[in-house]
């Protein structure tokens, strides 16, 4: 007998709604949920294949604890003592910086790790914080902290109503789009070339998204920055400025005229290797559009100018006048944010409170670089302890991570590790303990992260598909426990860190005059909570004390948990609306267009304007069917040319004698690694592509069917020195690389 489920897919950023075949307790099929509000049906093939991600053998099933250097499978108990006994005598000894936590990606990608990251890292106190941030978006954040004075306040293009895209380092066709959560992101663009509105995208790469558009910029890898101010200055230069209902919102702009004058189109052709008619008619076009929205992404994200180019971005839309306005980019309005407070001077956004302590990198939104946690770990300094115990959630940073080999051994240095992992792989084999999240089917959902990120306002939960298997525990509840062994209250009752944060929650929502809940008593609130356990009483509370909720019955038609599971394909909110100035929390309470750091970084940028490559740079790309390190094993989703090839212009393939399908050894500064190359004009010549998350060949990890082809790890070509300044965040792309055909 078999039943349907419905299940939120957690597989990439686009949160479709599948329905789920269950039979017994095994998926054994997904489709599009055509009634879900916001995906209305759409599925890729990674969501297809959600049954055999799902029921992967290879998935820890139990808890593994090390004994006699071995990793064997024991109890839960087991496991938290283990946990305890490693890491409490570590921070005992030598304070809270000395315990790491790593974050990675899946944690933006599941109940637990929207609920849990912020009280380990607050209870343990440590600064030793990494998460794969630093590996992909931190500039975003830093440059929306300091134009608008919150971090995670990252406007997203109207992708539905816009008349003019441009996409700077997105291959939405691929990925599935990235801070811009939208179901079927290929069909969206599809859409705006069917309404009559342009596509411009700019990418060293021919994507099957530059494939799509109306123009299409090759740009060289890194240059971004430098393209993006010519297009500011020709704004200025040609009259094209109009801020429209923003005016009053914005300070600084002709600070920006003067700071950006010399970076003309004709000033940063050579270095873009883009024409100058070419940015001088982006510009244009930008402006003409009546309305437009520029998105960039990893590839503009992951070079040394991220942070400028992130800045730019947002720039451009608002001196076009597109910041906030329908067809521009807005500011979702999710249905767990908190209450919206009343706009005016905010505290503002700080860099810098503190430095990693080997190379004395700033922090960043309390992170310091996933490039800096091998050195924190293996380098002694006058400055204090390194890092001797490591705490690694969903995270694999030994092949996301620049320098792999570099971490690979510092992690055996380690006195102690713990991973909460499905997986056996690359990184979790160092662990000495490793507690396994159950599969998705058997974990509720919700997008804590991606709402706020998402291109209609929604809200959609669901609940576990399948029951938990016999041994099985909740990643909530592994996560509690981890919070409680590492913060000296091992053995206590898990439920108690969902009620810590209940009661604090509360008890400050009544102190503030904005709150529907002003005034009133936090536990007589607590007691009209909804949900079976913990994290479902945490959703409740944030949804009733949001800007959708019932205010614990003050807008009785308000969301809360009880009224979201009667409405299992979700809630529509609306379209993205206007809402400046409410967002703005910039201690003049306006949008800070120019703020020092970034003014300061500017001269950085102007000595780039007279860089010219000689030899070959790096770009990575991602496959649909793949996502990042950890999809390998998937029998279904590794067939055909979803492969680890070096992409080359045949031109230069042709100059250095390199034929299709041969090895080729590719050099960086960190190591080399020797791939088949890929001779195809889809790159531009001078750069060659390499996708990330390979090289499964690592002793002692246990993902069997990725073993089989391996592939290399690209980010061993890199020795993690390369950052951009400002957020920390890793240069993975437009990296400097010498090939040879291997003899
Ligand atoms: N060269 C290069 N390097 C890159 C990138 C690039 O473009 N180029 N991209 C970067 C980017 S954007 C990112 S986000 C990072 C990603 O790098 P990481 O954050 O390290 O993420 P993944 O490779 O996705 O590994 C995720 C880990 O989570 C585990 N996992 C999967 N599902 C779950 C779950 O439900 N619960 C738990 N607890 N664990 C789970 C997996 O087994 C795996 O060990 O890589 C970065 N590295
Ligand atoms: N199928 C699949 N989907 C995924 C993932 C995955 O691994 N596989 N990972 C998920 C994650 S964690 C993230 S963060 C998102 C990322 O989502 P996207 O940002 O859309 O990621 P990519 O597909 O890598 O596209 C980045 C593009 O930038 C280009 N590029 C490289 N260097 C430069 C440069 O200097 N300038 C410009 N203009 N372009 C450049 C590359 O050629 C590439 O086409 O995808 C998510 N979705
Ligand atoms: S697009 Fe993303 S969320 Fe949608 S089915 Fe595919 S992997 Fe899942
Ligand atoms: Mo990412």
Known sequence: MSRTALRICPLCEATCGLTLTVEGTKVTGARGDRDDVFSKGFICPKGASFGAVDGDPDRLRAPLVRKDGELREASWQEAFDAVAAGLRPVVERYGPHSVGVVLGNPNVHTVAGGLYPAVLVAGLGTRSLFTASTVDQMPKHVSSGLLFGDANAIPVPDLDHTDHLLLIGANPLESNGSLCTAPDFPGKLKALKARGGTLTVIDPRRTRTARLADRHVSIRPGTDAL??????????????????????????VEEVRAALRDFTPDAVAEACDVEAPVIRALARELAAAPTAAVYGRIGSCTVPHGTLASWLVDVLNILTGNLDRPGGALFPLAATDKTPRPAGPGRGFALARWHSRVSEHPEAKGELPLSALAEEIDTATEEGEPIRALIAVAANPVLSAPDGDRLDKALDSLDFMVSLDP??????????????PPPPSQSPHHDFAFNTLAVRNQVRYTRPAVPLEPGRMAESEIFARLVLAATGMHGADPSAVDTLVLDQTLGKAVKEPHSPVHGRDPRELATLLTGDNGPERRLDMMLRLGPYGDGFGVRPDGLSLRKLLAHPHGIDLGPLRPRLPQPLKTRSGRVELLPRPIADDLPRLREALAQRPDGLVLVGRRHLRSNNSWMHNVPALTGGSNRCTVHIHPEDAERLGVRDGAPVRVKGAGGEVTAPAEV?????????????????????????????????NVNQLLDGSLLDPLSGNAVLNGVPVELAPVT
Do not use: C, I, K, Q
């Open 227 to 252: 393209l993006l101010a010519a297009m500011t200055s020709v704004l200025f230069e040609e009259g094209l400025v109009d801020l429209g209902d923003l005016g009053p919102h914005v300070e600084g």
């Open 423 to 436: 997986y056996l792989n690359e990184t979790s084999r160092h662990a000495d303990v490793v507690l396994p």
């Open 680 to 712: 195809t004009d889809g790159v531009r010549r001078g750069v060659v592509s390499l996708p990330h998350g390979w090289g499964h060949d690592r002793p002692g990890t246990r993902m069997s069917h990725a073993a089989t082809d391996p592939g290399v």
